[in-house]
């Protein structure tokens, strides 16, 4: 199973994982434009290999600087906060100075969203199925 | 006829909004929370989704019980809602190769590679209506979970890629090749379409065109009018990664996963002087829509007709009128006043019959 992005876990976590994220947050952290909702226009290649626009996904944006590095995120759904940890953890990656508290937190949020996959992949693998024709058809 | 602006009635109006609030919010059953609309109603949020061109569950959830379950209006509320919003990019080009694919099937080969999944669906019963439920709903959610998770692993697991069935008949030779433009895709939402539309707005457009409509167009194809008997070589179902670039590193990353519908279909297809074979349809839409998918595949199909002969080939005819939001507003529209232009025709009739009664 493809292991989550930093977003996708941001997006899919817990509201309480959230909120304490938030606290892990550098209080000197500069934020050169608000976090803000927008949407992406996600663009797909179908069976004949032509490209079309599918939709638009609703998604939040943050771009943070911090040391002197940029951090930025986006992610699907409209919570600011969000999308604002995302990027703050990546700036604190880039700047090597992520707390290994935060880290853990971030695991734990990982290994729950695998934990919902696996139980998905789980359900769809229990429905495989082998048709055999009737006799004679 | 046109209709016609007229003031007053503020209270008789702030009157009725309230009354239709008070309607949708019933008497005595506990109001409806949206978790319990994003979680239970899922295919009516997805279809709101597509509609709507917004994937967006938490909104279109919203939309679902503001509207009373009208999934026109809904989808209507959350495409207003998109105008609201500013567009931050465009995503990398997104494959349903690396769907987390929930169901797969085929009505074309009996064996696929990647195997057949069945996944969460209804198709397999009897449609009753369950009018003695057995057990209290959440001891039945319990029982249902202890039958999925408990036990040993299923065998086989899920791939995570499943190869294209119609790549089957590709390497055949028996279905026609995939296209090698590079055009940019063309945006409906940015500019007006121009008839013969490219393909990539038809898709566009179908996407976001109401589901009805398009099984309508898409089953007078299969029924006769039109020649379109269409085999379903995949259907899937998943959720898809939306990946997109860092503006600041330019590398690329997933921002999260949307639920897709594809579904490919294939048509016997003889072109003058060519060998017979396979045409393709493809249809894809937000969320759990199979019916829309494989109606927009056979309507992909249809359009690509070089000698359209009946309404489901005829481009106009489809993108005009596919488009619930569009056809909703207008069919809406006469519910508003259009005094003056019936006083008009009631006096062009009355003209006209007492230039009758004075020929009589």
Known sequence: ??????????????????????????????????????????TCREGLNETFHLGEVLVSESMVRWRGVEGYAVVVGDDPRRSLVAAAIDAMRQAQAAPSDLEALVADAAESLLHRRGEDARAAASTRVEFDLLPGA | MSYVAVQGGRDAIERA?????????????????????????????????????????????????????????????????RATLPRIAQSEVCSTGPMRVIRRISSAFKEVP?????????????????????????????????????????????????????????????????????????????????????RSARLQSMARAETGALLFLAYSSMRGYGDIHPTLA???????????????????????????????????????????????????????????????????????????????????????????IESMGFANHWKLPHYVDFLSDLDRLRKAREVAHARA
């Open chain 1, 1 to 42: 199973m493809r292991e989550p992005s930093l977003c996708e876990i941001l997006s899919e976590c817990d509201e309480a994982v959230v909120v304490r994220m938030l606290e892990f947050v550098p209080e000197d952290m500069d934020l050169p434009r608000a976090p803000r909702d927008g949407v992406i226009l996600m």
């Open chain 2, 234 to 324: 995949e259907l899937r179902v998943g959720y898809v990664p939306l990946t997109v670039t860092n503006p600041v590193t330019g590398r690329t990353f997933v921002a999260g996963e949307v639920l897709v519908t594809e579904a490919e279909v294939v048509s016997r297809f003889s072109e003058p002087g060519g060998e017979p074979r396979f045409h393709l349809g493809c249809g894809m839409c937000f969320g759990h829509n199979e019916l829309k998918a494989i109606s927009m595949g056979v309507l992909d199909r249809c359009l690509r007709s070089t000698a359209p002969s009946c309404p489901a080939e005829d481009q106009e005819f489809v993108l005009y009128h596919a488009d619930g």
């Open chain 2, 114 to 198: 990647g195997g057949q999944i069945l996944g969460p669906t209804s198709d397999y019963i009897l449609r009753l209506l369950e009018l003695d439920p057995l057990e209290d709903p959440v001891e039945r959610r319990n029982h249902l979970r202890e039958r999925l998770f408990s036990g040993k692993e299923p065998e086989g697991g899920i791939p995570d890629e499943f190869p294209r069935v119609v790549e089957l008949l590709r390497r055949e030779g028996l279905v026609q090749a995939v296209s090698t433009t590079s055009e940019e895709p063309f945006d409906i939402t940015r500019r007006s379409m121009l008839y013969p539309a490219p």
């Open chain 2, 17 to 81: 909004c309230e009354s239709y609030e008070h309607r949708r919010s019933g008497r005595t059953s506990a109001p409806l929370e949206l978790d319990q609309i994003r979680e239970q109603l899922h295919l009516a949020v997805d279809r709101v989704m597509g509609e709507g061109g917004l994937y967006a569950p938490e909104h279109a959830s919203l939309a679902f019980r503001q509207a009373a379950g009208d999934t026109f209006e809904a989808a209507f509320l959350l495409r207003a809602h």
